[in-house]
């Protein structure tokens, strides 16, 4: 049994979400970015949900339902036609179905499937499933959603219920949560970078960074959340004088802002060191006052900004990191725990790297030791990484 229904308490998951109305939201990145960053308060008010610096939150999207009507047109059905609502099996108006519960953003192999069958062949996506040619279905699926195979393959034809099962199905997105309980006992903060793109001549959102940027009324319309309790990503406790050190660029900066506020609140003793990189500081600068305020008030003891595009070479988290290696080294010797949050693809990695060379640097290690030094902090949980 969870602590929540021992203290018998709601216990809010997939099957039974909270349901949450945003009661504040605002860009953090300026006009003249080159894409667009939020900040967004939760109203937690007449439930009894519970987080931790650290946790994310799972918020259940809606799909655009200009989506959905385009979609629908291109089927050739009116939208009223009662099909089986993929989650709760509820019989539905299909316009609900496909607006609440199908990923029209993603295509399934089945989709593809059917469309090959139901044209003889005679499509492009002919041939795409054969087992050696996973990169070229990947490359032709690339910017494409459900809408784009449907026009593509007009002699196509799907009976409602049919088309349902050909697609997949919408499920939540994390968040890290960007705030600490103890700062805002009724809210919950998230940080979101809304994805907007252009591809085969169609404008296109992610679907839940556009539903919360576009699609919600303030104070109005209910989301379906739910707390996902992050496992080692969690501060030391504050009467313990160990050093943090918080590397998290873009929208990676959202857990930090949860721990300072924590910190700040709880007055945690260790030193925190904070590494923030975003394209320019003019336009991307989130937080910078309650930067100011850690820094005066002492819960962050350093700063350091990486402005990728603010001159003509990239500069990066890691390449700041490089640039204090002694000071990094210092304290890694000092006990210090490393946080990293943000881009796994690639911001991750080239943060993993960095902190070898310093090591290696720093500690006049062979490539070998450092990366027996890496090994040992993770293994004494002093690495921790909440990357996506
Ligand atoms: C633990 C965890 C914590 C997270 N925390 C945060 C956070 O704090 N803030 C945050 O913003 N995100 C965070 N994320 C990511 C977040 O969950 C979503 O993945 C993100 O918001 C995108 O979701 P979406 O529904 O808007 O987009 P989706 O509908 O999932 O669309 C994204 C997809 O669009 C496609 N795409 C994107 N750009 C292009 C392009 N240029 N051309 C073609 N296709 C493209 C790609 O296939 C991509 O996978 C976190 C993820 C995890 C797992
Ligand atoms: N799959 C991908 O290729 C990809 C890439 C980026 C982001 N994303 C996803 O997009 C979402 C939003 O991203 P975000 O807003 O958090 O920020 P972001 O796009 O990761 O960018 C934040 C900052 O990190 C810089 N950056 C780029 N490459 C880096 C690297 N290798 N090492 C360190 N810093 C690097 C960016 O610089 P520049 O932009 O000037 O290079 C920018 O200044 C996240 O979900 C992220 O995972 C995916």
């Known amino acids: 049994m969870s602590t929540e229904a021992a203290a018998g308490k709601p ?4 099957k039974n979400p909270f349901l949450a109305k945003v009661k504040k939201a605002y860009d953090l990145s300026c006009a003249g ?31 655009d339902p200009a989506l959905v009507e385009d979609t629908l047109k291109a089927l050739g ?4 036609e009662i099909v089986k609502h993929p989650k709760t099996s509820a019989e539905v108006p299909i316009r609900q179905a496909l607006f609440e519960a199908t990923l029209l953003t993603e295509i399934d192999n089945k989709l593809i499937k059917a469309i090959i069958e139901k044209t003889g062949g005679n499509t492009p996506l002919n041939g795409l499933l054969e087992p050696d040619r996973k990169e070229d279905l990947k490359n032709y699926l690339w910017g494409r959603f459900v809408i784009d195979l449907l026009l593509e393959n007009p002699t196509a034809k799907f009976e409602p219920q049919e088309f349902m099962a050909t697609q997949k199905k919408l499920n939540i997105r994390l968040y890290s949560i960007s705030s600490s309980q103890r700062a805002h006992p009724k809210e919950v903060h998230l940080t979101v970078a809304t994805v907007k793109y252009t591809s085969h001549g ?5 679907v839940a960074s556009t539903f919360l940027a576009e699609r919600i009324a303030i104070g109005e319309t209910v989301i379906p959340v739910f707390v996902n309790h992050g496992k080692g990503f969690r501060l030391p406790e504050p009467s313990e004088d160990i050093p943090v050190i918080f590397i998290g660029p873009g929208t990676g900066i959202a857990p930090f802002r949860a721990f300072l506020e924590e910190r700040e609140a709880t007055g945690a003793k260790g030193k925190a060191w904070m590494f923030f990189g975003e394209v320019s500081e003019k336009t991307c600068f989130f937080y910078k006052e309650e930067f100011e305020r ?8 350093k700063l350091t900004t990486a402005w990728s595009r603010d001159q003509a ?9 490089l640039e204090n290696s002694a000071e990094i080294f210092a304290w890694l010797e000092q006990g210090a725990i490393v946080y990293v949050c943000g881009d796994a693809a690639r911001m991750a990695v080239d943060v993993d790297k960095a ?9 006049r290690k062979s490539a070998e030791e450092a990366v027996a030094y890496m090994a040992a902090l993770k293994e004494a949980k002093r690495y921790r990484r909440d990357v996506y």
Do not use: C
Not at 37 to 52: A, K, M, Q, S, V
């Open 11 to 14: 216990v809010y998951n997939v």
């Open 33 to 63: 970015a080159p894409k667009n960053t939020r900040h967004y308060e939760i109203d937690l008010e007449g439930g009894e949900l519970e987080y931790l610096p650290g946790d994310s939150l799972a918020v259940q999207p809606t799909n």
């Open 77 to 80: 059905f009116t939208g009223d």
């Open 202 to 206: 169609r404008e296109r959102g992610g």
């Open 294 to 301: 850690w820094l005066a008030n002492g819960t962050l003891a």
């Open 313 to 321: 070479e990239k500069i990066y988290v890691q390449h700041k990191m």
């Open 355 to 363: 902190l070898h060379t310093i090591i290696e640097k720093e500690g």
